[in-house]
């Protein structure tokens, strides 16, 4: 069976990150992944811009299995 992944954009809003740490944690969870994925962080307002070939839903799984509070995704 052949999967077609499209490439889709999301925001996603982030509580627990602290430091330049969780933001590496962070991004990492998500490019595990998706290796290709664009993750864009801000910390003071913990908005974390992703781009790439996920779903909003695996992207808030993987932060959640990081240890981080999601507390939306659009
Ligand atoms: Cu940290």
Redesign the pocket.
Known sequence: MRVIKVESKMILTVKG???G??VGSVTRAIQRKAPDATVKIDLPSGRVDVSGLLAPDAARAAIEAAGYEVVSVA
């Open positions: 990150m602290t430091c740490g969780c």
